[in-house]
């Protein structure tokens, strides 16, 4: 059983590699801002971090539906 589940998970980052370094890098860009307003949360801050990183808030967002999801219909070969 876990040596399915190892494939299926490799199978996964097989095909969302992308999306997931693009999600990595977005959390690493806003790392800072984060780690302020985790301390000190501020509507100014917030107004900088999203003024100042658009493209990393909106791969944020959006990367719900950037994720293809497996069924069990594609790991059949």
């Known amino acids: 059983m876990g040596l399915i589940s190892i494939g299926r998970l ?3 980052l097989r095909y969302n590699w992308l999306q997931i370094l693009l ?3 977005s ?4 790392r800072i801002d984060l780690r302020i307003l985790i301390d000190f949360f501020t509507f100014s801050t917030l107004y900088y971090t999203f003024s100042e990183h658009p493209l990393a808030i909106t791969i944020l ?4 539906s950037l ?3 497996l069924d069990n219909s594609n790991d059949r070969n």
Do not use: A, E, V
Not at 27 to 30: A, G, T
Not at 61 to 64: A, G
């Open 67 to 69: 994720l293809k999801t």
């Open 10 to 12: 490799f199978i996964y």
């Open 23 to 25: 999600i990595i890098l």
């Open 27 to 30: 959390i690493y860009d806003l």
């Open 61 to 64: 967002i959006t990367s719900p």
